[in-house]
């Protein structure tokens, strides 16, 4: 039996000699507050369990030990199915135009009403732990606290769906996900069971277009679209609909990386995306997007060459103008990732009074499915209960319990209607506030049917990619062919080829030549006849709705030792002066030396800062390092690679005998500047604003 000497516990005092020197950094401090169990109980010591003796066996009654564990024990919730990877940030929306004549929701009723969000950018097919440059759809979802309740959008960066209806969402997920037997690839579609589905599924062949296009590898979050996806409703005050369509639009334009970078990028930083968004809301740089609503009535919607509420379908802005009205800038980061992004719950059915969904049933599934998902995450039917899900309005209702209640009404009644009067008589449902569905008259026999009016797979295809720039038409073939590559069962590839014969000829035949299919299969059968000349929309193009800015974008500034400083300090005056930022990127990471004598820190090391991870590139080297480029392959690379992806590049003048040998006899274009003075510098980027050359390319 251990003796009474063996059994005691050492006093805080004792522990905290035991603790040596520096040991008193954090348990000493007296500004910081005492820490204590989930019950509250101070704690003298977090770091040694309780024990029979120094050596001896852990004590049962141990309860802080309990407590610890069983909180660890139980911290993580199931992830996501879909969009698991995720970044989200608060900020607030502002109404710029108001809609009083379309809508009565309260957010559009005043100009310059100002509604807090949460806003949430995701991948779709990845688990958490995926790298975010995968070529995947990216899910934009936003929560308007308003002071009717919460609205959520929840979209994605891409305006149409694989599916028309909800049932075969579980099959389209399924197969875009690993293979159940092996458990890989991840995050990614290039195999035999997603083109599988999607070559037996020709309403996916619009949404085949956007995903094999630029739009699924985008530079960052702040440079992407998002959409409403389906159709919705207005409702005015007066009861009149009008249909909906929900825009947001990069107040810096759109920018997209090639498939070269996007694999260096996830290899160099698997978080880029994430990196990227918390730097800019920590710079003040704050993102922003303009929300947009293309605004059509029922005699469009009958004229219209396809059903409006088919999701694998868009109206061309060219056809219905989106009008803008409002934006969202994102302000604050979260403070803990996973109580705000990851707990946070969103759902498409969450409508204020003044918007109303639309009979689309991929958007009818989701209403059930996403309510459904959020009791399985979260755990407990009052996940409304957790701050980032609960409205910022008053609520009150008759729900009560349930596990993890935060908070039950006090009062008699727990039900509606009652006799109790006042506060013991809660609640009551007011037709004049209350939130109303459109009244819409239906009709008809209970069917499994589709409607003829979703029968077009091929048009909107054909239309989409005739409206792409030649680079842009290239990307999507080259990818087409690696995911397609990847698949080993030939009846699939050329299954799917026979589908892309009904968008584009030329497409289809570039895409078998490289894939080694010499017998040309036959077009796919059309359910109904499609049309080839619909009218280019440039709107569907990232190039042709580029801006020419270089707010926002980041420089990489490739510094040797002895650099020109002056060269430096000019380049950084303007480019503060362009709205750009810039990182330095060092052969020291804790100090190089400049022509002048100027010691500065980097940023990134040469190996660490490669050219892909920038929108535009500057090289600066003194006479006496330009031997770098033959001794040091990153720095090698920094140009090859920034060169290959079609970027803008500036170097020191006394670098373009060496440029000039690292483009292998090529000569330098006029997305190459050398740079010696101030002028230069202006002119470069000035060119800069246009962020690619597509033209080298071609070359």
Known sequence: MATKKSTSVKTSKSYKENVGKGGETHQESRSAPVLKTPQGTPIADNQNSLRAGARGPGLLEDRQLREKLFHFDHERIPERVVHARGFGAHGYFEALDTLDGVTCADLFKRKGRKTPVFARFSTVAGNKGSADLARDVRGFAVKFYTQEGNWDLVGNNIP?????????????????????????????????????????????????????????????????????????????????????????????????VTWDEALRINGADPDYHRRDMWNAIQSGDYPTWELGVQLFDDAFAEKFEFDVLDATKLIPEEQVPVKIVGRMVLNKAVDNFFAETEQVAFCTQNLVPGIDQSNDPLLQGRNFSYLDTQLKRLGSPNFTHIPINAPKCPVHNFMQDGHMAMHNRAGRANYEPNSWGGEQGGPREDSETGYVSYSEPMTGEKVRQRSETFS????????????????????????????????????????????????????????????????????????????????????????????????????????????????????????????????????????????????????????????????????????????????????????????????????????????????????????????????????????????????????
């Not at 699924?216 to 909906?244: C, D, Q, W, Y």
């Open 160 to 256: 149409v769906f694989f599916i028309q209806d909800a049932m075969k969402f579980p099959d389209l997920i399924h197969a875009a996900k690993a293979e159940p037997d092996r458990g890989f690839p991840q995050a990614q579609t290039a195999h035999d069971n997603f083109w599988d589905f999607i070559s037996l599924t020709p309403e996916s062949m619009h949404m085949v277009m956007w995903i094999m296009s630029d739009r699924t590898i985008p530079r960052s979050l702040r440079f992407m679209e998002g959409f409403g996806v389906h159709t919705f409703r207005f409702i005015n005050a007066a009861g009149k609909s009008t249909f909906v369509k929900f825009h947001w639009k990069p107040a810096q334009g759109m920018q997209s």
């Open 456 to 699: 077009d797979h091929y048009s909107q295809a054909n239309q989409f990619y005739r409206s792409q720039t030649e680079a842009e038409q290239a990307h999507i073939a080259d990818a087409l062919v690696f995911e397609l590559s990847k698949v080993e069962r030939s009846d699939i590839r050329e299954r799917m080829v026979s589908h892309l014969l009904n968008i584009d000829r030329g497409l289809a035949k570039n895409v078998a030549n490289k894939l080694g299919i010499s017998n040309m299969p036959k077009p796919a059968p059309a359910a109904r006849k499609p049309i080839m000349d619909l009218p280019v929309s440039d709107a569907l193009s990232i190039n042709k709705s580029s801006q020419p800015t270089l707010a926002g974008r980041t420089f990489g500034v490739f510094l040797s030792n002895g650099a020109d400083n002056k060269l430096l300090k000019n380049l950084k005056r303007l480019l503060k002066k362009e709205g750009a930022d810039y990182d330095l990127i060092t052969p020291a990471i804790q100090g190089t030396t400049l022509s002048d004598g100027e010691v500065i820190t980097g940023d990134e090391t040469y190996e660490g800062g490669p050219s892909a991870l920038y929108d535009v590139v500057v090289v600066i080297v003194s006479d006496e390092q330009r031997s770098l480029f033959t001794t040091t392959p990153a720095a090698r690379h920094f140009i090859e690679d920034a060169y290959r992806h079609s970027k803008y590049i500036a170097y020191s003048s006394n670098l373009q005998e060496t440029v000039e040998q690292l483009l292998n006899g090529r000569e330098c274009d006029q997305a190459m500047f050398s740079l010696s003075k101030k002028a230069d510098i202006e002119r470069f980027l000035t060119s800069a604003r246009a962020l690619r050359y597509w033209d080298r390319e071609d070359g």
